[in-house]
């Protein structure tokens, strides 16, 4: 008999983790977190697994996908460490670098069809420059460079890459989503206390996006066809500043001539709109409506 539609995800004892866990448990799904540690509240089963052992990869995945149940949908590979300079650059570039390859070495070997990528807005490179680097243009989107020098957003520019080079061994669906500043319901708060000091999230763009969208946007990044391999912007449609974007934009990135849409109200400097599109996804938790 088929049971219930079955989806691996990585880093699920990890702040966006554990909403993606949840969100696939919510709409019935079989769901296994492959993390190097245990959740805070248990969701599913977790297997302790250091993805950077292709042995240890192998070994979960195929646990997971034998037997006569039904088979797996695909896996959202969201395990990383997820900004630069809290380790030293090869480690974050060897993790991040080597979790994806064998992610996407076991998937092609076990015949799994689908995969989500945790990228990032970092890959753009604005963010952990050491030198401020203005964005070529605004709002941005999946055209433009990616230039980072620090090893995490070269580690994002790679996983997009090796992510095209097992679409095409294999034809599986790999869809990469720069995500923007993450944000957890208890984060909120503090970011609206500190809406005065504006630069503090310049090198993000003002760009945040909620756990609980990021998590709709996998479901429906796992459940889409035909994809191949993409990368997606997953942003808020607004910023993440009380202040309005064209005011923003004229203060803070007076170098940018090429402006590309009106930039009404408090609308995002990096567009959503090729995720909207192609996922029909739209993030549903806005940080005005939020406490
Ligand atoms: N937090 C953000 O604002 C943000 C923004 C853009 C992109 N991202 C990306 O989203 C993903 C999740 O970010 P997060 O903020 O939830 O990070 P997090 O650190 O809270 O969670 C990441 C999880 O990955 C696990 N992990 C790391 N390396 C591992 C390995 N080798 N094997 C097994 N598990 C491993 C960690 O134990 C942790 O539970 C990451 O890929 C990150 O780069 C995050």
Redesign the pocket.
Known sequence: MMGKARVIV????????QWILKHFVENEYEVIN????A?AEPICRTII????DLGQVHNALSAFSSGNRQEVAGIV???????AYTHTNDVCFR??V??TYNILEAAANLGIKKVV??????SYGICFASEFMEPQYVPIDEAHPQLPEDS?GLS?VVNEVTAQAFHRRTGMQVIS???????VPENYAELKANFDNTEARLR?LWSY?D?RD?ASACLKAIEVDGLGAEALIIAADDSSSNRLTRDLVAQYLPGVKDIRSSLEGRTSLISNAKAKKLLDWEPKFHLMEQS
């Not at 590979?77 to 900004?83: E, K, L, R, Y």
């Not at 989503?177 to 944000?183: E, M, P, S, V, Y």
């Open positions: 990585t880093g699920g004892s990890g702040k966006a983790g492959l993390d190097v540690k959740p697994t250091d993805l950077n590979h969201f395990a990383a460490i997820p900004q993790n991040n080597m979790s990528l945790a990228s990032s807005e970092s995490y994002k989503f720069r995500l923007g500043n993450i944000l993000i996006i756990a990021v």
